[in-house]
């Protein structure tokens, strides 16, 4: 089954360049900013990487459903009765790229039975690649050179490296970055990253846990969820149960932690 998986990866790192490239086009010119109906903004990239996208997996797959955050609405009990599709995030990181600091991605995967089983990530502007296949190993590309298998950290509570957001750090995340401290002694060192680049971070062994302690949706998380699954981490909620996708009717996720495995039980510094 897994062997399946696995010829969809190459076709899939393609389309997420050529999303990328879509996205580039408009990151060069003076792009106009809307907003979603919950604030979020939205530009010309988010549609173009979209339709790129969607475009190329109904030609790969016609017979598996795709889930985007710029779809059309899809009713409920239809997408809830899906026991396999793709789960796409055509820019993660939208206030990134409004900013223009290149901290966003194109996120890509493919959900069965309410977990992904394959996850493309791909920041265009530094041309970098995360990927992985449920029992195949993570890896990081950048460019054209080789890929490198990636995984998670041994956790050394002294050298403790929180990842945090750049456009959503509050109070929250304060008061668990305090309550920490005052645990456990360690002033943890702290990374600040846009989009599901901090989920790769803990994932590459940069960072021991990402707290994201406000919304997200499933599109979000998925793809990076299983770069890191893979990489031997996973993210859990406050109940230290897996995150899983599409078994209910909201799209949003828990608060969560993407972490490695055999760690602190990080909800208790909250």
């Known amino acids: ?39 979020s903004p939205l530009t010309q990239a988010d549609l173009a990487a979209h339709h790129t996208i969607v475009t190329a997996l109904q ?14 609405s ?11 599709y793709w789960l796409i ?17 194109v996120n890509i995967a493919l959900i069965v039975n309410h977990r992904p089983v394959l ?13 992985a296949v449920q029992g195949q190993g993570a890896y990081k590309q950048i460019a054209y050179e080789n890929a490198l298998p990636i995984h998670t950290k041994p956790f050394v509570l002294t050298q403790l490296v929180v990842a945090g957001s750049r456009s959503h750090s509050d109070h929250h995340f304060q008061q668990f970055l305090n309550h920490l401290h005052v645990a456990t002694g360690v002033t943890p060192e702290l990374i600040s990253m846009g989009s599901s680049l901090k989920i790769c971070l803990v994932a590459e062994g940069l960072a021991d846990v990402y707290p994201r302690l406000g919304p997200t949706s499933e599109w979000d998380t998925a793809a990076a969820h299983c770069v890191l699954n893979e990489a031997g981490g996973d993210i859990v909620d406050a109940h230290n149960k897996t995150l899983q996708y599409n078994t209910k009717l909201s799209l949003l996720n828990p608060n969560f932690f993407a972490t490695q495995v055999n760690t602190l039980n990080w909800a208790e510094y909250l």
């Open 1 to 39: 089954m897994n062997q399946h998986y696995q010829t969809y990866l190459e076709p899939v790192i393609i389309i997420a360049k050529q999303a990328g490239a879509a996205i580039m086009q408009v990151y060069a010119t003076d792009f106009d900013i809307t907003k979603k109906e919950d604030h």
């Open 74 to 84: 899809i009713a409920d009990d239809e997408r809830l009765s899906w026991q396999q």
């Open 119 to 131: 996850g493309v990530v791909y920041a265009p502007v530094p041309q970098l690649l995360y990927y």
């Open 59 to 72: 030609l790969l797959t016609p017979q598996i459903p795709i889930l985007s955050e710029e779809s059309e």
């Open 89 to 105: 995030d055509p820019l993660d990181g939208t206030r990134e790229f409004v900013k223009r600091n290149g901290e966003f991605t």
